[in-house]
Every structure is written in structure tokens, then in C-alpha cells.
């Protein structure tokens, strides 16, 4: 397992405080490589949902977050 440092757990810590109290720092963007199929599919369940896939994208970070903190 990677140790990390003292700064990147503080940065951790303030990050999850403000995600569990569902306050968020600004958005940013980022470029992240996904397959076709996975963008395809997550916009069709997106639109059948009445979401917006980004936003959909955002709340499976923060589920998977909260289930392996």
C-alpha cells in the first residue's frame, strides 16, 4: 500500500468533510478517457431518468467514495 503524506491526508479529510455535508468546492474540468459504450449507455439511462449524465458521472464518484472512505 502507497503511504501517503501528512498534506494529501489533510487534503483528504477536507475533501470528505465537504462532500459528506454536500458542500462542494468549485467544479473542474478534466479529461478522462472512457469507452464509447459506457458514455453511450450512461446518457441513455440518463435521459430515461430525466439527468444529466455528468451529473450522473458525479454522484457514482461520490457513492463510491462514501462506500470505501
Known amino acids: 500500500m ?3 503524506s501528512p498534506d494529501e491526508a489533510v ?14 468546492l468549485p467544479t473542474k474540468a478534466i479529461s478522462l478517457r472512457v ?3 459506457l458514455i453511450q449507455t450512461l ?3 440518463a435521459k430515461r431518468d430525466n439527468k444529466k449524465y455528468q451529473s ?3 454522484e457514482a464518484m461520490r457513492d463510491y467514495i ?3 472512505a
Open 11 to 24: 487534503e483528504f479529510l477536507e475533501s470528505f468533510r465537504l462532500m459528506m455535508g454536500e458542500q462542494d
Open 43 to 45: 446518457k441513455v439511462m
Open 56 to 58: 450522473m458521472i458525479v
Open 66 to 68: 462514501r462506500k470505501n
Open 2 to 4: 502507497k503511504k501517503i
Open 35 to 37: 469507452p464509447e459504450n
